[in-house]
């Protein structure tokens, strides 16, 4: 499952952070996940726990759904992205590699692929908070 | 909120000892052709070797190849997938055989989405296949992995060099580490060095000439045609004489 890359990308992110803030313990990391990633929250947090560090022994993990909205570049049109209307290799295909949306999503009101990913993209830290 | 996929780029590569980038500022040099027949001789010197292919709008590697359709394992990140001995990963796995139209902020995350989760393992060579010019896959891996070392393409057109000039430039400045230039495509009626000499001009370590062979395109998929091609025959003495001197 590619969710243990992501989640060491976190933790070693979140540290980073909580040395330059001189933090000795992190209690809580803020994780926020786009809904076109389909990131699993539960193998995720699995992740998270199974590989953090000490630094991370009693930290809550919460992890935020982000919607995701496309934009398009053409008409301006803006939608919600529903990965249910996908066929199941299109939806692991762009839980891959997020950008292979431009591939296979169009714009609802002019059919074209040129659209931006306005927000909920792939996985995001959003805040930690710790004791020094 | 802080994009975290950039921190364990370097991690994800630390079992791999040279990076290795074919590039060029021209395209439809050979870039494509050079970065696969270098993986499959140093692969057949017996080295552990992968081949990433960067050009997400016009992968070509896979065609050189004949690389099977199908679909990467997960494993902790993404596993490549074993192509004729080599670790291989390429946009094609996601996107088949249609377009991908992406801008250049789609080409950079799709990047560091692929550094990122892409579990390459221990490696002796990762080489890199790159679209042309100075855009941002270049600039990315020039942020992003600072001890790649780049082999130039061109081919022997003065227009040609024209451009690769200033990737090289661009290149020098960054202080990026350079193994030299290979001139493609030379005819064989060709018998001037203008190349070469300006090669010389700008400080650019020529490592020698591949003269234009019809063979090629039908070597695509066959290993052993393709080392017998004088793509092949050209970059294997490339590598034993510039590549694997150096430290
Ligand atoms: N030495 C050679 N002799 C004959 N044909 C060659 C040689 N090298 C490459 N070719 C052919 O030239 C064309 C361009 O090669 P290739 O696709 O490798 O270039 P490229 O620099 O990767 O192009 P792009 O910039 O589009 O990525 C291909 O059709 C390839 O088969
Ligand atoms: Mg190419
Ligand atoms: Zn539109």
Redesign the pocket.
């Given at each position: 499952m590619h969710e243990w890359a992501l989640a060491e990308a976190i933790l070693t992110t979140a540290a980073q952070i909580a040395e330059k803030e001189r933090l000795k313990e992190v209690t809580e990391v803020t994780i926020r996940i786009g809904e076109l990633q389909d990131v699993e929250p539960e193998i995720l947090k699995f992740a998270l726990g199974e590989i953090k560090s000490d630094l991370f022994k009693n930290a809550k993990f919460r992890l935020l759904k982000a919607k995701t909205e496309l934009k398009c570049r053409v008409c301006g049109t803006i939608w919600r992205f529903k990965r249910e209307s996908l066929d199941a290799a299109t939806a692991e295909a762009i839980h891959f590699v997020p950008e292979a949306a431009h591939t296979f999503v169009k714009c609802p009101k002019c059919g074209s692929p040129d659209f931006e990913i306005a927000s909920g993209r792939g996985v995001w830290l959003d805040s930690i908070q710790g004791v020094k | 909120m802080i994009d975290p996929r950039v921190n364990v780029i370097d991690s994800r590569l630390a079992n791999v000892k040279r990076i290795i980038v074919v590039s060029?500022g021209?395209?439809?040099?050979?870039?494509?052709?050079?970065?696969t027949t270098l993986a499959l001789i140093l692969k057949d010197e017996g080295y552990k070797v992968g081949l990433f292919d960067l050009?997400f709008t016009?992968p070509?590697t896979h065609v050189?190849l004949n690389a099977p359709v199908t679909v990467p394992q997960e494993d902790k990140g993404i596993v490549p997938v074993s192509v004729k001995g080599l670790k291989y990963m390429s946009m094609v796995y996601f996107v088949g055989e249609n377009p991908a139209p992406l801008r250049g902020v789609d080409v950079s995350n799709a990047l560091i989405e692929l550094l990122a989760v892409t579990q390459w393992g221990e490696l002796d060579f990762l080489i890199i296949?790159m679209?042309?010019g100075i855009g941002d896959v270049i600039l990315d891996l020039l942020r992003l992995i600072k001890r790649a070392e780049f082999l130039i393409?061109t081919t022997s057109s003065l227009l040609a060099f024209e451009t690769v000039k200033k990737q090289v430039a661009l290149l020098c400045e960054l202080k990026a580490s350079i193994i030299g230039l290979v001139e493609?495509?030379k005819q064989a009626s060709n018998i001037n060095n203008s190349i070469e000499i300006e090669a010389r001009n700008v400080g650019l370590r020529f490592l020698g000439e591949?003269?234009?062979?019809?063979t090629?395109?039908t070597s695509f998929g066959d290993e052993v045609k393709l080392l017998g091609?004088?793509?092949g025959r050209m970059l294997k003495r490339v590598v034993e004489k510039d590549l694997l001197v150096k430290s």
């Open positions: - | 060029s021209k395209g439809g040099v050979g870039k494509s052709m050079v970065a050009d016009s070509s050189i296949d679209p042309p393409v493609n495509m591949i003269v234009f062979d019809s090629v395109e091609t004088s793509v």
